[in-house]
Structure formats: structure tokens, C-alpha cells
């Protein structure tokens, strides 16, 4: 199959003239007739513009040693001219760069300034379909014509990239978080999907995927530390719907693909097109790395999933810890939080320990803790054997999450702080100190009473104690995906 035939399988019905539109409209009606009444909804209202450099007031003692830029991305745009994207996955991304210098710490946001970006733009409103919106009012010629660039912001090998789930990376500069391009690895592999979880390794090296839907295969990446392309594949995966993240261990890449099946029709959203196969599989796929050829396919009971945290392997075994959702209704859950309506019950996730094995083909599951997401360890345990697992937490009853915790996987042990049901936590990122002498907990929050968006520091190894540090922005920051510490 050559690129273009990949492609263009892989777009499925997104460019099929004549589709119906979906109600967009019907949606930003909904929002803001309930957003006066939850101030909740505020994380999700959006903007219109960069937000300029704004100064934190620092509150606590900050680590001195703790400097750098902590870069973040997410959805941020998701409306124009009296319509709403259906789904918080559609939104324009926004990069984010928290400075941290000399005691003080600022945090400027601003647009990605994607092809699809600047096109509705100029036009005055959406033009393209999205994730979880069927708004076609031009055609759709490639995978970066639907590009947001609105998941992840990954530092690596001196440049800044802009990641999302199915298109190209986008590279900004650093500095100012301007938007330089797309990034084309080699002429012939252009628009080629480059996910927003790849995963670098100790030695720098890059290795990453692209899912797309339709096409039954799986492409995999190597980039090399200094930046430059190393080498691509594509490995057959049959019944291929939606991968977000995986992981890497010293020999293998590891995916894990929930038993949705593709089933397009005319009007529905890519979202509405997946169909969940409750008596389906979970597969995980074990890939070598050294050739990218497959080891092993392993299934298990059907359950989704968003989110990995590591991995490791041992003679016959891979291990891996994992958010497992029962199943896939977590997706739609979220589209309600566009038009303003609260759930009436949350879906959880539960974060697990699954250990694979390649000879017997089969695979057991230890439970670490219910009510987890947005699982990260410290950069230096990429596809090592790691001990602890730093994750976002909540209570039975609340609506976000809450709280974050830290999972010991050899013990069991626990160590969790929550903020109060009055917060939204976002992602938190382990930074190792510079001594090596343990580590930091870094993520920020938003605070709904004051309507601010809060930066927490904590200590890794005590996190029940509190923060021992906070910067509060005077401003509400759009909520983000990921991100990534760059250190001074």
C-alpha cells in the first residue's frame, strides 16, 4: 500500500462532499445557557486569543533549584460564530509555557497556528470536521488539514513539537511558542500520522506511532537523539479503531487496542462512527523494536483506555501500568460536558498493573487504585523497571478529578493529596532534582471559587503534606492535556 492509498482509507468519511452537518449551534446554546448557574464549566469555556504574558504570584517557598519551562497543550478554541465543537477533543490547541527563573514564574498561551487554524479563521468559522463534530464545508485533502496540534508539547533534541493524535507534529519556537510548520521527517512520508505520546527514552531516542482508523495498519517511529529521522514501519493490525498512547521497554513497543469497530455513516461524527464490541477484546500487540516486526498478540476482556504510565520487561514478561475503563461510553460522557450538562454519574478509570505473558499468551491484572488518569513516572524510567507511578485521582461522587497520588507498585502503598471538590487537577509531571536526590510533583489546577488557574509544587516522596509551593496566575488558563518540564 503506498502513502497516498494509506491516507486516503485512513480519512474514512471525512471528506465525503455532501455529508449532513451536525449542531453545533444547538450546542453553544446549551453551554452557555448553563454555564451562569456552574462555574465548573468555566475550565471548558474557551478562548478567542493568545493569552500574553501574564506574572504568578508565588505563594510558599518555591525550590530555587526547580527552574525552567514547564510546556503544556490543549483544546482551547471551540467556538465561532455562534457554533460550539460536540467534544472537548475538537478544540484549536493552545501551547502554554510556564517560565521559571530567579523566583519568579510567568505563563503565556498561545494559538497553534495550524493550516486548519488560520483557514477558519479567515473564514469566520469552522470549516472542517473534528473529532467528535461533522462540520464539512470544505474539503478535506490530507490528515493535516484537520490538524489542531492540541494534545501534547514535547521538548526534544533542541526543537518544540505540538503533537496530536493523527497528523503530523507542528513545530513551534521555543522562545516565543510561535508556530514555525509542519514537521516532515523525509518528503515521502509527509502527513503521515505522528502521535501525541511518543516516548523518549534515556539515551534521547524518540519512538513513536500513528493509528489510523480504516486502514488496518499501525506506522511506527524511531527518531534519534540528535533529532534526525531514524527509520519508519507499518505493522498490520486488523479491526484497527482508535490507539491513543503506548509504551516502550527495552525491546518492545506495546499497544494495547479496544474492541471498537469503524462503521461510518453519512452525518455522524468520526467519534459516533466507532462502535463498541462489548463481547470483543482488548488486544495487546508486542512489537520488537530492533525490526518492528510483531512478537505477540495477546487478548484480553474487553475494556478502554486512554492512558499508560510504563513499562518494562523481563525474560518472557512485559509489564505495564494502565487506566482501564469497563468501557467505551467514557468517550461520548465527555461530548456532554460541551453542552454544559453535568453526569450523572462519572466514569472512573482503574489504574492497573497488567503483566503479559509471551510464551503462555495470556495476561493477569493487579488492581493499583480506582479512580486514576493521566498516569507519568520521572523521564529517566522510560521503558525501565520503575517503582512508583505518579497519577491524578478522585473520590466516589466528585465531578473531575481531584486529587493526585503516588502508586508503589512493589508495596501497594498509597500516598495521595486532594484539593477539595472545588478544583480541577490537571495532568502532574515528576521532575527529578538536580542532586538526583528525589524528586518534584509539578501540575496546575484550577481553582473554580476564585476562577484561577493555580500552579502546585510538591514534594514527590510526601505528597500528603501538601504543596510547598503554589504560583496563582490572576487569570483562568484553558485546561490542557500534557506536557513536559524542560529544565534550565
Not at 379 to 387: A, D, I, S
Not at 449 to 474: E, K, M, N, W, Y
Request: glycine share 10%; with cysteine.
Amino acid at each position: 500500500m503506498d502513502r497516498r492509498t494509506f491516507l486516503a482509507r485512513s480519512l474514512l468519511g471525512a471528506a465525503i462532499p455532501g455529508l449532513a452537518q451536525a449542531n453545533p449551534s444547538g450546542t453553544w446554546q446549551d453551554f452557555h445557557a448553563r454555564i451562569s448557574q456552574n462555574p465548573r464549566l468555566l475550565a471548558l469555556r474557551g478562548v478567542e486569543h493568545d493569552m500574553l504574558a501574564a506574572e504568578a504570584s508565588i505563594e510558599g517557598r518555591w525550590p530555587q533549584a526547580l527552574s525552567g519551562v514547564f510546556y503544556r497543550n490543549g483544546p482551547a478554541r471551540f467556538e465561532r460564530n455562534g457554533e460550539r465543537y460536540e467534544h472537548w477533543f475538537d478544540g484549536d490547541g493552545m501551547a502554554h509555557a510556564w517560565r521559571i527563573a530567579e523566583g519568579r514564574i510567568s505563563h503565556t498561551g498561545r494559538m497553534v497556528a495550524t493550516r486548519k487554524y488560520r483557514e477558519e479563521s479567515t473564514a469566520g468559522q469552522f470549516l472542517f470536521p473534528s473529532f467528535g463534530s461533522s462540520i464539512q464545508r470544505r474539503p478535506v485533502a490530507n490528515n493535516d488539514t484537520l490538524n489542531t496540534a492540541n494534545t501534547n508539547l514535547l521538548p526534544h533534541a533542541g526543537k518544540l513539537y505540538a503533537l496530536w493524535e493523527g497528523g503530523s507534529a507542528t513545530e513551534l519556537d521555543p522562545a516565543t511558542l510561535a508556530t514555525r510548520g509542519i514537521k516532515t521527517w523525509r518528503p515521502d512520508l509527509a502527513a503521515m500520522p505522528f502521535s501525541a505520546h511518543p516516548k523518549v527514552e534515556p539515551s534521547g531516542d524518540l519512538w513513536n506511532f500513528g493509528a489510523m482508523p480504516g486502514s488496518s495498519k499501525l506506522v511506527l517511529w524511531h527518531i534519534k537523539p540528535d533529532g534526525s529521522f531514524g527509520r519508519v514501519g507499518l505493522l498490520d493490525i486488523p479491526h484497527l479503531a482508535m490507539v491513543h498512547d503506548f509504551v516502550v521497554t527495552e525491546r518492545y513497543l506495546v499497544f494495547l487496542v479496544p474492541p471498537f469497530r469503524l462503521a461510518p455513516k453519512p452525518g455522524e461524527s468520526f467519534l459516533a462512527a466507532h462502535r463498541w464490541q462489548a463481547d470483543g477484546a482488548l488486544r495487546a500487540v508486542v512489537v520488537n523494536k530492533a525490526d518492528f516486526s510483531l512478537r505477540r498478540i495477546i487478548e484480553m476482556p474487553a475494556a478502554m483506555l486512554f492512558h499508560f504510565g510504563n513499562a518494562w520487561d523481563t525474560r518472557d514478561h512485559v509489564h505495564l501500568d494502565v487506566c482501564l475503563y469497563k468501557d467505551g461510553s467514557v468517550l461520548s460522557d465527555m461530548a456532554g460536558a460541551m453542552r454544559g450538562e453535568r453526569s450523572a454519574k462519572p466514569i472512573r478509570a482503574r489504574g492497573s498493573l497488567l503483566t503479559l505473558d509471551l510464551v503462555a499468551g495470556n495476561a493477569r491484572e493487579d488492581h493499583l487504585l480506582v479512580g486514576t488518569e493521566f498516569p507519568r513516572v520521572n523521564e529517566e524510567w522510560v521503558g525501565r523497571r520503575h517503582k512508583q507511578v505518579y497519577v491524578l485521582t478522585d473520590r466516589p461522587g466528585d465531578e473531575s478529578l481531584t486529587g493526585i497520588a503516588r502508586l508503589d507498585l512493589d508495596s501497594g502503598g498509597i500516598d495521595q493529596y486532594h484539593f477539595g471538590k472545588d478544583w480541577i487537577v490537571e495532568e502532574h509531571v515528576p521532575v527529578t532534582r538536580p542532586d538526583g536526590k528525589g524528586s518534584w510533583l509539578i501540575g496546575p489546577a484550577f481553582d473554580i471559587r476564585r476562577r484561577q488557574t493555580v500552579l502546585h509544587v510538591f514534594d514527590a516522596a510526601r505528597l500528603s503534606a501538601g504543596p510547598i509551593a503554589l504560583a496563582r496566575l490572576p487569570r483562568a488558563v484553558p485546561l490542557g492535556f500534557h506536557g513536559n518540564f524542560l529544565k534550565a
